[in-house]
Every structure is written in C-alpha cells, then in structure tokens.
C-alpha cells in the first residue's frame, strides 16, 4: 500500500507565499509522477502542478511563474512552492502519485484579500 502525507497548508493573505509538502511511503514504483491538485468549492479538482521522477513538469497556466514544484527522490517527498498568492488559489490542495492514482487526505490553503 501507498500512503501519502500532506502539510504546510494554512491562511496567508495575498501577495503571500505557502510551501506544501507531500510525503509518500510504501510500496512506490522508481518511475513515478507526483503533483498537486486543488479543489475549490462548488468546483471541479484541477491540476496545479506535476513533475516526474526525471524532473519533467507541468503547470497549470493559472499558476505558472507563480508556483514551483520540485521533489526529493531519496525521500519520496514533492513539494509545492507557491509565491504571490491570491484569493482565486483558495481551495484544497491534494497530493497524488501515478501509477495507481494514489491521492493524500488534502490541506487547506486559504489566501485572504
């Protein structure tokens, strides 16, 4: 089994800055792709951002130049740098790891105007 933990969500006002981290721990392929999705209420969970065990990334263009995901193999941890924040990137920020589609319980980010 696959088990992912979230942290570093919390309140920031805008034009702040959170660091979301997620740690995954089992049984995890050596070839993967970890990201963060985020839901808002009443929306539909979309992609923020993702990056694969080689480095490559993927961002949505609402957070390009904004947020920065990286990871540490050695500890199976991807983070989420996120500069700049503004009210719109409120929501629930979920962690998830391909193959097997394994997602974390989620950590709330809430940026106040």
């Known amino acids: 089994q696959v088990q992912l933990v979230e942290s570093g969500g919390g309140l920031v006002q805008a034009g702040g800055s959170l660091r979301l981290s997620c740690a995954a721990s089992?049984?995890?392929?050596?070839?993967?792709?970890m990201g963060w999705f985020r839901q808002a209420p009443g929306e539909q969970r979309e992609l923020a951002a993702t990056?694969?065990?080689?480095?490559?990334?993927n961002y949505a263009d609402s957070v390009k130049g904004r947020f920065t995901i990286s990871r540490d193999n050695d500890k199976n941890t991807v983070y989420l740098q996120m500069n700049n924040l503004k009210p719109e990137d409120t929501a629930v920020y979920y962690c998830?790891?391909?193959?097997?589609?394994?997602w974390g319980q989620g950590t709330q980010v809430t940026v106040s105007s």
């Open positions: 998830n790891l391909l193959p097997g589609d394994y």
């Open positions: 089992g049984n995890i392929f050596r070839l993967n792709r």
């Open positions: 990056i694969t065990s080689v480095g490559s990334t």
